[in-house]
Nanobody, 122 residues
């Protein structure tokens, strides 16, 4: 069974840092691009960061560039999001997403985790 399990969320002050983790199982992790999305109350879910299956040239939303870093460890089937200099507008539920980037799995759906809450409070 495919599983994506996020962890590392919590309450942090503005300017603080958090490191989110996503543990994946049930699929060939190395063939999938991995992304972090977030959704705040009353807002649409938005893409925060994406790292391709190759591990190179990650992409970031303009709002987090220079503050967030996405990384992956294929040996551990895990993707991470290092969040620095957090701002109140970063508060949201953060979701891990997996999308196939290999011909052998292109017919598969994307996978989602259950989300982890990030709260910014002074």
């Amino acid at each position: 069974q495919v599983q994506l399990v996020e962890s590392g969320g919590g309450l942090v002050q503005p300017g603080g840092s958090l490191r989110l983790s996503c543990a994946a199982s049930g699929f060939t992790f190395s063939k999938y691009g991995m992304s972090w999305y977030r959704q705040a109350p009353g807002k649409e879910r938005e893409l925060v960061a994406m790292i391709p299956s190759s591990g190179t040239n990650p992409n970031y939303a303009d709002s987090v560039k220079g503050r967030f870093t996405i990384s992956r460890d294929d040996a551990k089937n895990a993707v991470f999001l290092q969040m620095n200099n957090l701002k109140p507008e970063d508060a949201a539920v953060y979701y891990c997403n997996a999308r196939c980037q290999h011909v052998t799995c292109l017919g598969r759906p994307t996978y989602w985790g259950q989300g982890t809450q990030v709260t910014i409070s002074s």
